[in-house]
Nanobody
Framework: QVQLVESGGGLVQAGGSLRLSCAAS????????MGWYRQAPGKQRELVAF???????KYADSVKGRFTISRVNANNTLYLQMNSLKLEDTAVYYC?????????????WGKGTLVTVSS
C-alpha cells in the first residue's frame, strides 16, 4: 500500500512560478512510474507530466517547456516545477504513482492540491 500527499498549491499571478511536491509513504519500493495529473472545473482529469522508473519524462503539449517533473529519494518525493503560469493552468493537481504488488499493476492517487492562476 502506498499513500501520496500533495503540497505547494496556492494562488499565483499569471507569469509566475510555483513548485508542487508529492510525498510518498508506505510500500514505496514497489513504485515504478509517477506522474502529475490535473482537473479543471467542469473538465476531466488529464495527464500533465510523467516520469518512468528509469527517469524518462513526458509532458502534455500544453505545458511542455514551462513545467519540469523530477523525482528524488528513492521514489519518496515527486516535484512539479511550474513556470510561466497561465490562467488555463488553474486546476486541482493530483500526484499519481504506478507500482506492482504480487506482479499486479496498481495506481495510487493523492487527494490533490489546488493551483489558482490569476491575472
Amino acid at each position: 500500500q502506498v499513500q501520496l500527499v500533495e503540497s505547494g498549491g496556492g494562488l499565483v499571478q499569471a507569469g509566475g512560478s510555483l513548485r508542487l511536491s508529492c510525498a510518498a509513504s508506505g510500500s514505496t519500493l514497489s513504485i515504478n512510474a509517477m506522474g502529475w495529473y490535473r482537473q479543471a472545473p467542469g473538465k476531466q482529469r488529464e495527464l500533465v507530466a510523467f516520469i518512468s522508473g528509469g527517469g524518462v519524462t513526458k509532458y502534455a503539449d500544453s505545458v511542455k517547456g514551462r513545467f519540469t517533473i523530477s523525482r528524488v529519494n528513492a521514489n519518496n518525493t515527486l516535484y512539479l516545477q511550474m513556470n510561466s503560469l497561465k490562467l488555463e493552468d488553474t486546476a486541482v493537481y493530483y500526484c499519481n504513482a504506478y507500482g506492482t504488488r504480487d506482479y499486479v499493476g496498481i495506481n495510487y492517487w493523492g487527494k490533490g492540491t489546488l493551483v489558482t492562476v490569476s491575472s
